[in-house]
C-alpha cells in the first residue's frame, strides 16, 4: 500500500510518500508545495492545491492521511491554517483517495512514543524508521510522519479486522 502523508500550512505543505508491505515501511519521495506569498490567499491555496494534485499524479498514492488544525493564539493564523489545510484534503479527496486525519500528538505519540515530542525528535525517529531519508525541509518530515502514523493505524485496523473475522464475529 501506498500512503501520502500531508503536513499543511499556508507558506510551506509538506508532502511525503511511503510504501507499506506488512510492518515494514519505504521511503518513496517527499518534498513541500511552496507558496508566493505576493498572491492572495485564494491564488496561494490554488498552488497547494495543484501542487498536491501533481504530486498525487506521479506517485499513486492509495490513501492520504493529514494533520489537524491546531488552534493557536492567534485567530487569524488558525483560519489561514484550516485554509490551507481544506485545499491540501481538497487535492486527494478529488483524485478519489480516502484521507485519514490525526492529531498532532496523535501522531507524535505513533513516530516517537511520546505525544509532546520535538520536531528534533520527530525528524530522528523518521529517520531512523525510513533509514536513508534525506528531508526536502521540515515539513517533508512532519508529513513522513503524519504517512507514518497512518501507518501504523491502518495496520491495527486490519489486526483488529482479521481478530474479529477468526473469533466469528460479524
Not at 12 to 18: A, D, K, L, R, Y
Not at 128 to 152: K, N, Q, S, T, Y
Not at 153 to 163: K, L, P, T
Amino acid at each position: 500500500m501506498r500512503l501520502l502523508g500531508i503536513d499543511p500550512g499556508l507558506r510551506h505543505t509538506g508532502w511525503g510518500v511511503i510504501d507499506v508491505a506488512g510492518n515494514r515501511l519505504t521511503h518513496v519521495a517527499n518534498g513541500r508545495v511552496s507558496t508566493d506569498d505576493k498572491l492572495p490567499t485564494a491564488g496561494r491555496l490554488a498552488q497547494i492545491y495543484d501542487g498536491l494534485a501533481g504530486v498525487i499524479a506521479e506517485w499513486t498514492p492509495d490513501e492520504a492521511a493529514i494533520e489537524e488544525t491546531f488552534v493557536n493564539q492567534n485567530p487569524a493564523s488558525t483560519l489561514k491554517l484550516g485554509q490551507a489545510r481544506g485545499s491540501a484534503m481538497l487535492a486527494p479527496a478529488r483524485a478519489g483517495l480516502a484521507v485519514a486525519e490525526y492529531a498532532a500528538n496523535a501522531i507524535k505519540k505513533a513516530v516517537v512514543g511520546a505525544g509532546h515530542a520535538d520536531k528534533t525528535q520527530i525528524q530522528a525517529m523518521v529517520a531512523r524508521l525510513l533509514p536513508g531519508v534525506e528531508f526536502a525541509g521540515a515539513d517533508a518530515a512532519d508529513a513522513l510522519a503524519v504517512a507514518i502514523c497512518h501507518a501504523h493505524h491502518a495496520q491495527s485496523r486490519a489486526a483488529w479486522a482479521r481478530g474479529r473475522i477468526m473469533a466469528g464475529a460479524s
